[in-house]
């Protein structure tokens, strides 16, 4: 399968790289700058599409593949960069993979131009538009492996060998910031901690169960229709971190 014999030298893929990222500057309706205010659906099939020109000479448009795919941004992914769907293609569902992307974890890990660079890939990467593209580049690699094997891993040796020979990554996991990491970082909060809160003009205090855009708070409650195994009552919130207070010590 030609997909499978593509490789580039550091060079070539630099070189690649930019010529992507300057023609989305001239093709996109959205993303004029690296640090990019709005994006669209429309802004991940165009970078895969250029991908597709610069990188695979257009080997998937002209093998229809696009034709069969659909591509979007995703607020609920708060862990996953991006993911690659895969559907089984019928005369009612013509789609047959789905490539999907993290708005949450772009904005969140670039919040301005003066943010830290992100290990993305094995990359220091800079800004919102080199994230972006180098987790389609990520996805494009599932892609590649699904047409070829029925099935994708980035764990496994072959999915990180296509990666470095035709990306040159040399990671395969994020360091975006993640809702947890945020927590931690900004706010000295992790899963497990005990805090106050008030709400509706009272105070509350509970313990941090999970955490995504926001903290998933268990609030001591004798009316709670939660109970643990020591016969505490509790009422579960959906509180921004911001409104939380870190306590020194549990209540009970």
Known sequence: MKLLTYTYSKQEINERFEKVRQQVFIHSKQIKTDNFQVVSN????????????????????????????????????????????????????????????????????????????????????????????????????????????????CKKDNFKKLASSIFGHTAFTHSLLTGKMEALKEYDLKIGDWVDFSFDGKKHKGFIQKITKRATVMALDEKGMYKDNKGNHFTKFYILLKYLKKMDKKPI
């Open 42 to 153: 429309n802004d991940v099939k165009l970078i895969f599409n250029l991908y597709d020109t610069y990188f695979f000479d257009t080997y998937f448009k002209e093998n229809k593949v696009t034709e069969k795919m659909a591509f979007d941004f995703s607020k609920k992914m708060t862990s996953a960069g991006g993911k690659l769907m895969y559907y089984k293609v019928t005369n009612q569902n013509p789609i047959q993979f789905r490539m999907r992307i993290s708005a949450y974890l772009i904005f969140n890990s670039f919040k301005n131009d003066s943010s830290k660079p992100v290990n993305l890939a094995g990359f220091e990467t800079k800004n919102r538009l080199e994230a972006l593209m180098h987790i389609i580049e990520h996805e494009i690699i599932h892609l590649i492996e699904f047409l070829a094997f029925n099935n994708s891993s």
